[in-house]
């Protein structure tokens, strides 16, 4: 069944009013799919790309459902508190970007997960730069990685860093405790799958930054390249 584009009330005096059908909310949505007027709607991300945030005891999750995902800058504005702004290349003319509000000078790193693989990248201290004091909204910059200027930032380090290292073991450790392996995940219907998903998740504190569903996408592209052969 093919997803709706657009939702018609029609009332008793003939006139009718017409919605966007993805203004639908979750619970509008299953009761139309249960009387087959659209179909469920899947609870596991299908995004192209997921970026994994990664602070000390927390971690996020979200997708980007772009064919390449490339960090470009982060960097933290200080005016009455501080904001974060990740800038991702995604291979159009105007870059992606996210904010980012939970303690965004202490985030560690990130990593951008595909099909194509997983690349880590750490904001160090090292490497960081004050970009200073601007008069506009008397704002204070900080530059955590700066690709498109900073010779020193390249592109992130692949599947042997330490920080895709620490992720894979992690959730090796939690499909052991729960007694699976990463093939026989897969091969389960997706509500199994969903159940198995969210006790992985709270066992590796991954929360999603937007939407509950990055996280399950994430957990299945990570299973899918744990079930690859070496």
Request: include cysteine; charge should be negative.
């Amino acid at each position: 069944m093919s997803e709706p584009k657009h939702l018609t009330v029609e009332y008793d005096d003939g006139s009718t009013k017409t919605i966007e059908f993805s203004k639908v909310d979750r619970d509008g949505r299953l009761a139309l799919a249960n009387l087959g007027l659209c179909p469920h709607q899947t609870l596991i991300g299908t995004a192209k790309h997921y970026v994994l945030l990664e602070w000390d005891g927390w971690q996020e999750v979200v997708g980007l459902d772009r064919e390449s995902v490339e960090l470009l800058r982060y960097y933290v504005i200080r005016r009455i508190e501080d904001r974060g702004r990740l800038s991702f290349a995604v291979g159009s003319e105007d870059p992606e970007l996210f904010i980012v509000k939970r303690l965004p000078r202490e985030l560690k790193g990130v990593i951008v997960a595909g099909t194509g693989g997983m690349r880590a990248f750490d904001f160090s201290s090292e490497t960081e730069r004050w970009e200073g004091i601007f008069e506009s909204g008397g704002k204070i910059e900080y530059v955590k990685y700066d690709k498109t200027t900073d010779p020193r930032y390249q592109q992130g380090p692949a599947e042997t860093a330490p920080r895709v290292a620490r992720l894979r073991e992690a959730l090796q450790e939690q499909l052991t405790k729960l007694g699976f392996r990463p093939g026989e995940l897969l091969a389960m219907e997706e509500p199994q799958r969903l159940g198995v998903y969210r006790e992985i998740a709270k066992g590796m504190g991954i929360k999603g930054m937007e939407r509950q569903g990055d996280v399950y996408g994430f957990l299945e592209l990570l299973a899918k390249r744990s079930a690859e052969p070496e």
